[in-house]
């Protein structure tokens, strides 16, 4: 492909098109960007230039703060426009890209993040990279002038020393998530190793794993509960306990209008970095709506309902369905978190005396707060309990409740008329189906039929707007601004969006009784197989078989490690065992196995990373449990309701009506096992329990339910 502009061009920023909020906000920016494509590569090749590539994203504070510095300068700006071909990355939009490029940079200065700032060859190997650099030189980085003169220079008269380096980077990319290592035998034993490297981690004191800074790790979570409630492990089961505690006590959490923020910077989840992600929180709702359902614990329902109240107010198409893709941190780059904070000044200006005291105690909301840059700005934390905070203030705890109702809600009133951060309304088909599994689950478990109908409807959107109906799938179902959308080419969904979304499919049969949505999943399935298993060496490439040619793209990449979302193959294997537990097609279960064997040897180094890997072991391992429900009304939802209590990867629960069971109303597998299961005579609702091809009796009593369930 030829570039627009002949050699020595200086071109123009080419961003206009995008349709990424990332990339738009760099649209007038004096650098000359293009987005990546064959269009920006040519041009490096005919001028012999080397390739400045930037990887951020809309949320990424630090990436703002580089775009104002640097990118925003005009002086900076004359600089890459006249030794380089600049190439803007949205991370979100380009999880491949942005995959490789993370490995290299790793590789060459050993951390990556972003904003990540990568120096190529004009066929797209790195040479040199990094993350942040400043403007000028401080915090112990050169300023990024001196960086861009030194680089560029690199490439004019140490060219040889460039290529082998970049030779050697590429080596490294495509070397690290091979996870080639011996065999090992697929045993519950490989996943006591990962929980035991879990727990040795585990910081007994402040929940969560590590120290400083701190991550949710919702697959280690669920993986961690699967053993306290199937193995009976004290630890693990503690572990589970108080990290869900802590972080529903933390700053990390949004205490008024819900949802986690992204990670926090010290040990006991108080100060967070403050943009909010999505699959953060569908996957911690999931988290604490398997620690209602095993527990009974009300303050995990209120979180997980929490969560719920500012997915749906904020971060959802309530029309349409769908889910948005994430919140900014701050709404300029000289606020650090101040939507989100408070002074005690603030509070006193919303509040009267008695809500001021009860918010105050119970927020821990005082004259001196927690924000470094602003010592007065208080996060929202909680340190006791109602009970306690009751006492301290010296009402009844009835009356303390009315008081912090009353405070909360004047708060978030108060809160609103702040420039709110930017929410980036993309809807990205693979977070998008974690979302609607995390609320087709919540919504079974906490009786909330609004849950499920907005993750059908979510559902519905995903397969009519990213899905081809066959083996096409799209990585992002609608864009944020969609000015340009039609002149955006669409981008070819990864294996994560292929494997959420045959979850999502699933479950939404579950919720439903639609067969349309099994098909769904078997056809997407099938698609998945076909365009990303390997089925030489085993196990799922991230990217299609056909691959990409540009840059670092030509790597092969079998993602392992759940960062920061459950990992693409243990996913997919999950998604084919699930299938086949309800098919009967034997295949898909083959794959899976062959799939978790190739990572086998190397696994339990990888701890607290391969939660989604133990939890899919778990699954080829044990018998899948298969809960029928026939029938409706109140009787059916109250032994669902028994059937769902205790979390259980390998347990599916599913209520169906009467005329459904028949040959072509239900899966093969549960058409053969139900078939030969007669109905009591006399009753309109029944429970029938399978373990692996075996079913009992109907059950028409609770407590013959609840022995059922207990001794499988």
Not at 314 to 329: E, K, P, V
């Amino acid at each position: 492909m030829q570039a627009h502009f002949p050699p020595g061009d200086s071109g123009s920023n080419r961003l206009d098109h995008s349709s990424s909020s990332y990339l738009r906000s760099a649209r007038h920016q004096p650098v000359h960007w293009h987005p990546w494509g064959e269009e920006a590569f040519a041009r490096a090749r005919a001028e012999e230039k080397p390739i400045l590539l930037d990887i951020g994203a809309v949320w990424c504070h630090w990436c703002h703060v580089m775009d104002r510095e640097s990118y925003e300068d005009a002086e900076t700006a004359a600089i890459v426009n006249k030794h380089f071909v600049a190439v803007k990355v949205d991370r979100d939009e380009r999880p491949d890209v942005d995959s490789r490029y993370q490995a290299a940079v790793q590789a060459i200065s050993g951390q990556g993040g972003w904003p990540l700032t990568a120096f190529l060859t004009p066929d797209g190997h790195p040479y040199f990279g990094g993350t942040y650099f400043p403007h000028d030189e401080r915090y112990g980085r050169p300023g990024f002038p001196r960086v861009l003169e030194t680089m560029a220079q690199v490439w004019k008269d140490r060219r040889e020393e460039a290529l082998e380096s970049a030779s050697s980077v590429m080596a490294a990319v495509e070397h690290s998530e091979t996870f080639t290592g011996p065999t090992a035998e697929l045993s519950l034993g490989v996943v006591d190793k990962i929980a035991g490297a879990m727990l040795s981690q585990f910081d007994a004191r402040n929940g969560g794993f590590g120290s400083q800074p701190k991550f949710p790790q919702p697959a280690a979570l669920d993986l961690l509960l699967e053993m306290a409630m199937n193995r009976d492990n004290e630890q693990a089961r503690d572990a589970f306990l108080t990290t869900l505690e802590k972080m529903g006590c933390g700053g990390t959490y949004d205490h008024l209008a819900g949802g986690f923020h992204r990670y926090s910077v010290d040990e006991r989840w108080l100060v967070p970095h403050f943009e909010k992600m999505l699959y953060d929180n569908t996957e911690l709702l999931r988290n604490y709506v398997h620690g209602f359902q095993s527990y009974v614990r009300q303050d995990f329902k209120s979180v997980a309902n929490h969560i719920m109240f500012w997915l749906d107010s904020n971060m959802t198409d309530r029309l349409r369905g769908g889910f948005y893709a994430s919140q900014d941190a701050d709404y300029g780059l000289d606020d650090d978190g101040d939507y989100f904070t408070w002074t005690l000044d603030e509070a006193r200006a919303v509040l009267g005396p008695d809500e001021l005291k009860a918010a105050s105690v119970y927020y821990d909301i005082g004259e001196l707060g927690d924000m470094h840059h602003n010592p007065a700005k208080n996060v929202l934390h909680v340190k006791m309990t109602r009970e306690q905070a009751a006492v301290l203030v010296g009402v009844s705890v009835e009356q303390f409740n009315q008081l912090l109702a009353s405070a909360r809600s004047k708060m978030i009133a108060a809160r609103a008329q702040r420039p709110m951060p930017f929410i980036d309304r993309t809807l990205y088909t693979g977070w998008n189906a974690m979302a609607i599994t995390a609320y087709f689950e919540a919504g079974r478990v906490l009786r909330n039929p609004a849950a499920i109908n907005f993750a059908l409807l979510t559902l519905r959107r995903l397969l009519a707007e990213a899905w081809s109906g066959a083996d096409l799938l799209n990585h992002v179902i609608a864009y944020s601004d969609q000015l340009a959308g039609e002149e955006t080419q669409k981008i070819p969904g990864t294996l994560d969006d292929y494997a959420f979304t045959v979850h999502a499919c699933l479950d939404g049969w579950f919720a439903s009784g639609r067969m349309e949505f099994y098909r769904a999943a078997i056809t997407l399935a099938d698609a998945m197989i076909a365009r990303f298993y390997d089925s030489t060496a085993g196990a799922f490439n991230d990217t299609a078989s056909t691959g990409g040619t540009l840059g670092a793209l030509t790597a092969k990449r079998k993602p392992l490690q759940d960062s920061p979302t459950p990992a693409g193959n243990p996913t997919a294997a999950s998604a084919l065992l699930r299938l086949e537990a309800l098919s009967n097609l034997s295949e898909y279960r083959k794959i899976a196995e062959t799939t978790l064997t190739s990572f086998a040897g190397i696994v339990e180094h990888l701890g607290l990373y391969a939660g989604s890997y133990g939890l899919a072991l778990e699954r080829l391992l044990l018998d899948p449990v298969q809960v029928v429900i026939v029938g409706s009304g109140a009787e059916a939802a109250r032994l669902e309701a028994l059937a769902v209590a205790r979390y259980s990867v390998n347990k599916t629960v599913m209520r169906i009506g009467p005329f459904r069971v028949t040959p072509g109303g239900i899966p093969e597998a549960l058409a053969q096992m139900l078939l030969n299961v007669p109905a009591p005579e006399g009753k309109d609702v029944w429970a029938i329990v399978c373990r692996g091809r075996t079913c009992l009796p109907p059950i028409t009593d609770a407590e013959e339910l609840l022995k059922a369930l207990e001794e499988n």
